[in-house]
């Protein structure tokens, strides 16, 4: 959609959403008091959940295909979803992270218990913006995981800043009415000696302490072996003939987690948590551009970072006579203490030779609170108010103070620059689930934040449900999602350098923060009609994104070093990109106690229509199946196949330059098999066992897409590991 078009489009839109609201709120408070409680529809978020771009994973699913160790190895069999690096160029190829829609990791908002989830956001973004970070979705293990909600398209944007392409909310179970435990254990075992095996424990403790107060408390120790060195040897691309690709870093987790809940009225509660993880990696000798360094090479298996996250929440649940209220108050510290790495090409990211450990920290404070008012009017309604107020403070020494070893640039230190930076969101949101027939669901909503540096942003969003039948449903949405500028992006303390081959022309260059970044934006349209019938399901969806002011590495020299040879670029906004496709799930009951199910993605195109290139190296299409048996009252059986498709790699270098030969090369189709079964000793006792990739087909990083200046020797899409088959076991023993 043009530019103008969609102004158009959304002033109305704006306009119309803000009038409902304000109608809907004026209602409610003149309703009499007097009145009997009627019965009414969900609120907007209950609503938004049931929009086509929304799937949902349970315990049960967990339990049956646990992951080994990061629960994205189960969210990525969702329509919609893959695994991506951080950036196009395949530089830390194998930290892959959840991509929603093709939009990439860092427009995917994690939330944990609907509370936001940022530590990524403390480790510094390279000039392709690419971080070193596993992402935030294994700060809980899967056994006290209750569900996890995937949501994409426009039902994302009532979550404000980051949810572009979507948001996953892992929600952890609660505290239990009666004293009840677990333990499991959970062991995996490849075929393969080079790849790193798997050992996990934990346990949980919930029920009550007093009358009216109850608790929950869990611990896991999971540790991941690195890759062999080797495992990528021999297959390289020949660029890279003199180096050596990593394999999978390894993992050591130790988490620890509370909470109290105190019901000190009927329909008031009162929850207190607080947790503290500990993620350190197992080194597997990555540099950003697979360079092989004498100082990274001796940290192998060593632990070269470590990222400790704590938090405290404190949360208010309330039922009254004019509605329901949700406010918390959560305050989040990660600490991202590594090895120091290179911020100068030659290469970037790689160890510093006998360089000590340095810390950053950052805090996250996030204040959130909104009413649910149910109206009577001639159309039910439930309407919902609410405010946000969400900072981020990041002191980094270890990015921001390197010295200007290629001339300085005007009005910035050459060293010793401030290590802090720090930005907020104040935010304000109305929406209205409307029932305007007993076959129609309206849910218009309105959204407001005002960012400390890039300014304010609008996002009105509308959803749709309509039954045609008994049977079919037609379900829609339009949205206008938002994404703010990190701290890396919007700070001019923030410098990176490069000796030639990381600029846009071959000579020594900087690229430094930019404090006048607008706000990344993207309009998500989606449309899906699903047929239903005695467990039958069959639906389609057709998904949209316009992306605009993207922010990337600027290709425009802002200005020269005072030696007057080297230039400078700025992070800088990118006009517009485009990403568009389809999902699919069939659902099928082949018997009663055989079930099948499937989704599907299919991408269409995602460009970015300046450069012309993807804004991410995903599958064309992925196809998840899985085909669940309950062979007795005690045994279930499952077997699970996904299918990729061809995943292209980029097609110009950020030099603008086409890509050749081996830099150009595709990643063929391919498929993984699964077999997993789940046996229930007794009412106290369950084991799982299963292989993961039965037919053991495997793919090996051959390096980053491509080399400067070289454009025919690269790794095309070649830029990460799929590991060959393992086995697996899993005891759970509850009490």
Request: aromatic share 8%; glycine share 10%.
């Amino acid at each position: 959609m043009k530019s103008h078009s969609l102004k158009t489009t959304l002033k109305p839109l704006a306009a119309a959403v803000l009038l409902l609201a304000v109608g809907g709120y004026a209602q409610a408070q003149t309703a009499d008091a007097s009145l009997p409680v009627v019965t009414v529809v969900d609120t907007a978020e209950q609503a938004l959940k049931q929009a086509p771009g929304v799937s949902i994973i349970t315990a049960e699913d967990l339990a049956s295909r646990p992951p080994a160790n990061d629960l994205s190895e189960i969210i990525r069999t969702m329509p919609g979803v893959n695994l991506t690096g951080n950036s196009t160029s395949g530089q830390r190829g194998n930290q892959r992270q959840i991509d929603l829609r093709g939009m990439g990791p860092e427009n995917t908002l994690i939330l944990i218990d609907g509370k936001p989830v940022t530590s990524r956001d403390s480790v510094r973004m390279g000039r392709r913006g690419e971080r070193d970070s596993r992402g935030d979705t294994n700060w809980v293990p899967a056994e006290e995981v209750e569900q996890i909600e995937v949501i994409r398209g426009p039902a994302a944007a009532r979550y404000g800043n980051g949810a572009a392409g979507g948001v996953v909310n892992i929600i952890t179970k609660q505290p239990t009415e009666t004293i009840t435990g677990q333990v499991s254990v959970y062991a995996n075992a490849p075929t393969h000696s080079e790849e790193g095996a798997t050992q996990r424990m934990n346990f949980s403790l919930s029920g009550p302490v007093a009358e009216n107060l109850s608790f929950r408390l869990w611990g896991n120790v999971n540790h991941t072996e690195q890759d062999d060195r080797n495992i990528n040897a021999g297959h390289q691309a020949p660029g890279f003939a003199s180096t050596l690709p990593a394999g999978n870093e390894g993992v050591n987790n130790k988490d620890l987690s509370g909470q109290l809940l105190w019901n000190f009225l009927p329909d008031q509660s009162l929850a207190l948590d607080w947790g503290y993880s500990r993620q350190g990696n197992l080194y597997a000798g990555d540099t950003q551009n697979s360079n092989t360094v004498a100082a990274a090479e001796a940290q192998y298996g060593n632990e070269t970072n470590v990222m400790q996250r704590q938090t405290i929440a404190v949360t208010h649940k309330g039922k009254f006579d004019f509605g329901t209220t949700n406010t918390y108050l959560q305050v989040a510290n990660t600490n991202n203490t590594r090895l120091q790495e290179g911020l100068v090409g030659g290469p970037e990211g790689a160890i510093v030779a006998d360089a000590p450990f340095i810390s950053s920290t950052l805090k996250d404070t996030t204040f959130h609170t909104e009413v649910n008012l149910p109206i009577a009017t001639a159309m039910r309604q439930m309407l919902t108010l609410g405010a946000e107020y969400a900072e981020q403070e990041l002191n980094d020494p270890a990015s921001n103070t390197q010295a200007l070893t290629s001339g300085s640039i005007s009005g910035l230190a050459s060293t010793r620059r401030s290590p802090l930076s720090s930005a907020s969101i104040t935010s304000f949101f109305a929406e209205d689930n409307i029932e305007l027939s007993k076959a129609t669901l309206l849910t218009p909503g309105l959204r407001y934040d005002d960012h400390s540096q890039s300014g304010d942003n609008w996002s009105p969003s509308l959803n749709l449900t309509h039954t045609l039948s008994e049977r079919v449903t037609l379900k829609g949405g339009i949205a206008r999602a938002y994404k703010a500028p990190n701290l890396f992006q919007s700070n001019p303390n923030y410098v990176l350098l490069s000796s030639g081959n990381g600029c846009y022309i071959r000579s020594a260059c900087y690229l430094m923060g930019n404090d006048n970044l607008q706000p990344e934006t993207s309009v998500n349209k989606e449309i899906g009609i699903e047929y239903k019938k005695d467990g039958f399901l069959a639906g389609v969806t057709y998904f949209q994104n316009d992306y605009h002011n993207k922010i990337e590495g600027g290709s425009t020299v802002v200005g020269t070093a005072s030696n007057g040879t080297t230039n400078i670029y700025q992070w800088t906004n990118v006009p517009s990109a485009v990403v568009r496709g389809l999902e699919g799930t069939l659902h099928i009951p082949l018997s009663r106690t055989v079930d099948w199910s499937n989704n599907f993605t299919y991408m269409i195109e995602s460009k970015n229509k300046t450069t012309g290139d993807y804004l991410s190296v995903i599958p064309k299409y992925t196809i998840n199946s899985t085909l669940d048996w309950q062979a007795t009252d005690k045994l279930s059986l499952q077997a699970t196949a996904t299918f990729y498709g061809e995943q292209k790699p980029m097609t110009t270098t950020y030099q603008g330059l086409p890509v050749t030969g081996t830099s150009a090369e595709s990643v063929d189709p391919y498929s993984i098999v699964g077999l997993s079964g789940k046996y229930q000793v007794n009412n106290k006792t369950r084991v799982t066992l299963g292989v993961s990739n039965l037919f053991d087909k495997r793919l090996f990083r051959e390096g980053n897409a491509i080399i400067p200046p070289s454009t025919s020797t690269g790794a095309g899409a070649a830029t990460y590991n799929e590991h060959g088959r393992a086995l697996y076991v899993q005891l759970t023993q509850s009490f």
